[in-house]
């Protein structure tokens, strides 16, 4: 997959160290990176590349995932969710109510994040046998519905070191990129189903995804013939929503 170019003389500011970090952070924007890929992205000298890289991550605005490479960092989503400019969060709220209400089950929403993905979002049932996820958990994309939703659109390189770790299979993200959502059994936690469809930006790319989960006892061995078309609405509404609010 082609990764565009971030050179850091694209659009100066005149502070030199401010538009080489911006530079960074940018290139990260494409997914994990490795220090050789940053410096490709940016332009960048090598140990330019690497001292603002390793300088972003003592602030937590850059990361590493499992394999060393670069990621945005969490303190960036705090940033966004502080100032009040996080569109996803702010648009996929309202959405998650909806859906809740519409299934009588917990909603979430997940954003990959290097070797996780993260809750950003949720609407949980008032009372009863529920499945609650804080919001800012961290689950692996080993297991679980939302995982494999955040999976099947990658290209294959990252598809194939997903799968590599994974309790589902390559045939199972085929199978999620065919019908256009994932469902998943008491395969991340015993006794809990969900299921999960993505969230997309206007250029199609998968930028989250969005989840019912609850026990099995009522979501039943078979989830998504219960609840698929709910989450797939959803999802839609949701990147709707996100496209419109970021339209001129």
């Given at each position: 997959m082609l990764r565009r170019q971030y050179h850091?003389?694209?659009?100066?500011?005149?502070?030199?160290?401010?538009?080489?970090s911006v530079a960074v952070l940018s290139a990260l924007e494409a997914?994990?990176?490795s220090l050789a890929s940053l410096v490709t992205l940016?332009?960048?000298?090598?140990?330019?590349?690497?001292?603002?890289?390793?300088?972003?991550?003592?602030?937590?605005?850059?990361?590493?995932d499992s394999e060393g490479r670069f990621?945005?960092?969490?303190?960036?989503?705090?940033?966004a969710a502080a100032g009040g400019e996080d569109r996803l969060i702010a648009v996929a709220g309202p959405?998650?109510?909806?859906?809740?209400?519409?299934?009588?089950?917990?909603?979430?929403?997940?954003?990959?994040?290097?070797?996780v993905r993260v809750c950003v979002a949720?609407?949980?049932?008032?009372?009863?046998?529920?499945?609650?996820?804080?919001?800012?958990?961290r689950l692996p994309l080993t297991a679980g519905s939302a995982a494999q939703v955040l999976l099947a659109w990658e290209d294959a390189e990252r598809l194939r070191r997903g799968v590599a770790a994974a309790v589902f299979t390559a045939q199972t993200l085929a199978r999620?990129?065919?019908?256009?959502?994932?469902?998943s059994v008491a395969e991340r936690q015993a006794g809990v189903a969900s299921v999960s469809a993505p969230v997309r930006s206007a250029a199609g790319r998968v930028i989250a995804a969005v989840s019912v989960s609850g026990p099995i006892e009522r979501l039943s061995r078979n989830p998504g013939r219960l609840h698929a078309r709910a989450v797939v609405a959803a999802g839609e509404a949701i990147s709707r929503s996100l496209q419109a609010r970021q339209a001129p």
């Amino acid at each position: 997959m082609l990764r565009r170019q971030y050179h850091y003389m694209d659009e100066s500011s005149g502070v030199g160290v401010v538009d080489k970090s911006v530079a960074v952070l940018s290139a990260l924007e494409a997914g994990p990176a490795s220090l050789a890929s940053l410096v490709t992205l940016t332009g960048l000298p090598r140990p330019t590349a690497h001292r603002l890289a390793v300088a972003l991550e003592t602030h937590r605005l850059v990361a590493r995932d499992s394999e060393g490479r670069f990621v945005l960092g969490p303190r960036l989503a705090e940033l966004a969710a502080a100032g009040g400019e996080d569109r996803l969060i702010a648009v996929a709220g309202p959405i998650l109510g909806k859906l809740r209400d519409a299934t009588g089950e917990s909603t979430q929403l997940y954003r990959r994040q290097g070797d996780v993905r993260v809750c950003v979002a949720a609407a949980e049932l008032p009372a009863g046998l529920r499945n609650t996820v804080p919001i800012g958990t961290r689950l692996p994309l080993t297991a679980g519905s939302a995982a494999q939703v955040l999976l099947a659109w990658e290209d294959a390189e990252r598809l194939r070191r997903g799968v590599a770790a994974a309790v589902f299979t390559a045939q199972t993200l085929a199978r999620v990129r065919r019908q256009g959502w994932a469902a998943s059994v008491a395969e991340r936690q015993a006794g809990v189903a969900s299921v999960s469809a993505p969230v997309r930006s206007a250029a199609g790319r998968v930028i989250a995804a969005v989840s019912v989960s609850g026990p099995i006892e009522r979501l039943s061995r078979n989830p998504g013939r219960l609840h698929a078309r709910a989450v797939v609405a959803a999802g839609e509404a949701i990147s709707r929503s996100l496209q419109a609010r970021q339209a001129p």
